[in-house]
């Protein structure tokens, strides 16, 4: 009997709990919001306050599987306040606002995973001054995220950004104590990137052009002591000859770094082949492969991301593309400028002016133990004329373009992907340990609803 997924059981409770909804009301067209997986659910967190209110007020609902509202709670900031950012680790859940008002100051909201709230401590200009090259006057332009901090629960890693323009600069990380607020460092290092940790050590990557024309990457792994933020060591990561090479998978498991991806000859982007490398926790190279055949000599391939199969191998995925004269004839200067100019979700560009199809999309299968291709599994889709967003969820990958959702499980590597779903422009797809939620947004409110 075929295994499935609890992401893909959809028991049959009834039309009752099939036809469940929630609503929530976008008070603020620009506000932020906060959908999450909770337990068997997902929790809403989102503003109920005015938007001049003296106090901002924000609810946190806790649906169940059905949708159904179990529990709220609500948490008051002073001021004129907008999320930020939030997470969550085996202790905490934690969110950061922005505060405006009396004063200007970023507010940490500590909780349990019931949703109360255990600490609550805020840091202001000065405070973030110390991670960016220039003093700061105002924090409106300061954007947060988390860093992944597997094994550290209460251990707040964050990478601070100052919105300039539409550019982000970047600052340097930091750790904060979740239950007092307290610094405990603020990394030397700058511009790492795909950070990645253990109990003990943060593993990040920096990659810098080698100048000048058809230039390649160069990169770099640095290995830092998660309880102080000391540097322990950097080591480059190169080809074994000429060439470069392309990272779509930085990770570790706790006992191994493991970085794969596609490595090229010169500057183009065809005569690729697939590699597998891997370091122990002390920076040293165990394991460096390279397929023998120049498997992407005929495609090229944008990798997406990946999954492991149920056998621990690394599955790699991507979208195989080529260009397409005949767009291309249609492609100005003019409207690639206004592409982007717009920022349009999707520029289909490559290079001067030449455009695109995705013609299939590609599964890599390579072996943790020996670094080798297992497999590759192309298959046509399309052609899209946009590229697709993957998503990922145990052993499924789901491919969204143009409306259309498609599925791929690792585990069944010779069934093609299948349609899913289909989605409107104005909803998304939110993936749960019990099924997956489209969230529409309609008349200044989101409702969410399960996938048929």
Same mark, same amino acid.
């Given at each position: 009997?075929?295994?499935?997924?609890?992401?893909?059981?959809?028991?049959?409770?009834?039309?009752?709990? %099939?036809? $469940?909804? @929630?609503?929530? !009301?976008? #008070?603020?067209?620009?506000?932020?919001?906060?959908?999450?997986?909770?337990?068997? /659910?997902?929790?809403?967190?989102?503003?109920?306050?005015?938007?001049?209110?003296?106090?901002?007020?924000?609810?946190?609902?806790?649906?169940?599987?059905?949708?159904?509202?179990?529990?709220?709670?609500?948490?008051?900031?002073?001021?004129?306040?907008?999320?930020?950012?939030?997470?969550?680790?085996?202790?905490?859940?934690?969110?950061?606002?922005?505060?405006?008002?009396?004063?200007?100051?970023?507010?940490?909201?500590?909780?349990?995973?019931?949703?109360?709230?255990?600490?609550?401590?805020?840091?202001?200009?000065?405070?973030?001054?110390?991670?960016?090259?220039?003093?700061?006057?105002?924090?409106?332009?300061?954007?947060?995220?988390?860093?992944?901090?597997?094994?550290?629960?209460?251990?707040? %890693?964050? $990478?601070? @950004?100052?919105? !300039?323009? #539409?550019?982000?600069?970047?600052?340097?990380?930091?750790?904060?104590?979740?239950? /007092?607020?307290?610094?405990?460092?603020?990394?030397?290092?700058?511009?790492?990137?795909?950070?990645?940790?253990?109990?003990?050590?943060?593993?990040?990557?920096?990659?810098?052009?080698?100048?000048?024309?058809?230039?390649?990457?160069?990169?770099?792994?640095?290995?830092?002591?998660?309880?102080?933020?000391?540097?322990?060591?950097?080591?480059?990561?190169?080809?074994?000859?000429?060439?470069?090479?392309?990272?779509?998978?930085?990770?570790?498991?706790?006992?191994?770094?493991?970085?794969?991806?596609?490595?090229?000859?010169?500057?183009?982007?065809?005569?690729?082949?697939?590699?597998?490398?891997?370091?122990?926790?002390?920076?040293?190279?165990?394991?460096?492969?390279?397929?023998?055949?120049?498997? %992407?000599?005929?495609?090229?391939?944008?990798?997406?991301?990946?999954?492991?199969?149920?056998?621990?191998?690394?599955?790699?995925?991507?979208?195989?593309?080529?260009?397409?004269?005949?767009?291309?004839?249609?492609?100005?200067?003019?409207?690639?400028?206004?592409?982007?100019?717009?920022?349009?979700?999707?520029?289909?560009?490559?290079?001067?002016?030449?455009?695109?199809?995705?013609?299939?999309?590609?599964?890599?299968?390579?072996?943790?133990?020996?670094?080798?291709?297992?497999?590759?599994?192309?298959?046509?889709?399309?052609?899209?004329?946009?590229?697709?967003?993957?998503?990922?969820?145990?052993?499924?990958?789901?491919?969204?373009?143009?409306?259309?959702?498609?599925?791929?499980?690792?585990?069944?590597?010779?069934?093609?992907?299948?349609?899913?779903?289909?989605?409107?422009?104005?909803?998304?797809?939110?993936?749960?340990?019990?099924?997956?939620?489209?969230?529409?947004?309609?008349?200044?409110?989101?409702?969410?609803?399960?996938?048929?």
């Amino acid at each position: 009997m075929k295994k499935i997924s609890l992401l893909f059981l959809f028991l049959n409770v009834g039309l009752c709990a %099939l036809a $469940q909804t @929630y609503s929530f !009301k976008n #008070s603020i067209d620009y506000d932020n919001f906060e959908i999450q997986p909770f337990n068997d /659910g997902v929790y809403c967190l989102f503003r109920i306050s005015e938007r001049k209110a003296p106090t901002s007020v924000f609810k946190k609902v806790f649906l169940d599987a059905n949708l159904k509202s179990v529990d709220s709670i609500n948490y008051s900031i002073e001021g004129q306040a907008r999320l930020l950012a939030s997470c969550s680790d085996e202790k905490f859940v934690t969110h950061v606002f922005y505060s405006s008002g009396l004063g200007e100051k970023i507010v940490f909201l500590i909780t349990d995973h019931t949703g109360k709230i255990q600490s609550t401590f805020f840091k202001t200009a000065a405070d973030f001054s110390r991670y960016f090259s220039k003093p700061l006057k105002k924090l409106k332009d300061i954007r947060l995220s988390f860093l992944p901090n597997n094994g550290s629960p209460g251990m707040l %890693l964050l $990478q601070p @950004y100052q919105a !300039k323009g #539409s550019a982000l600069q970047r600052g340097n990380f930091f750790y904060l104590n979740a239950e /007092g607020g307290e610094e405990i460092w603020v990394s030397s290092v700058q511009g790492l990137r795909q950070i990645q940790t253990t109990g003990s050590l943060l593993f990040g990557l920096t990659s810098l052009s080698s100048g000048g024309l058809n230039s390649s990457p160069v990169h770099q792994i640095y290995i830092i002591d998660k309880e102080t933020g000391k540097l322990i060591r950097s080591v480059p990561f190169t080809c074994k000859g000429p060439g470069y090479r392309l990272i779509s998978v930085f990770a570790t498991n706790g006992h191994e770094l493991l970085i794969a991806g596609s490595e090229f000859e010169s500057g183009s982007t065809k005569d690729g082949r697939f590699y597998m490398t891997q370091f122990n926790l002390d920076g040293d190279k165990i394991l460096d492969e390279v397929d023998s055949s120049t498997v %992407l000599s005929t495609r090229r391939l944008h990798l997406m991301g990946n999954l492991f199969d149920q056998d621990g191998n690394l599955v790699l995925i991507g979208e195989g593309w080529r260009p397409d004269a005949t767009r291309a004839i249609a492609t100005t200067a003019t409207s690639i400028a206004l592409a982007l100019l717009t920022r349009s979700a999707y520029v289909n560009v490559y290079g001067a002016g030449i455009d695109h199809k995705i013609e299939n999309v590609t599964f890599a299968t390579l072996s943790p133990a020996d670094g080798k291709l297992k497999s590759l599994k192309v298959f046509p889709v399309g052609p899209w004329l946009n590229y697709g967003r993957l998503m990922t969820e145990g052993s499924y990958a789901l491919f969204h373009v143009n409306n259309q959702v498609i599925i791929y499980d690792v585990n069944e590597p010779n069934h093609p992907p299948s349609p899913f779903t289909s989605l409107h422009s104005n909803e998304s797809l939110i993936l749960t340990p019990s099924g997956p939620i489209i969230n529409k947004k309609a008349n200044g409110h989101f409702t969410l609803r399960r996938a048929r």
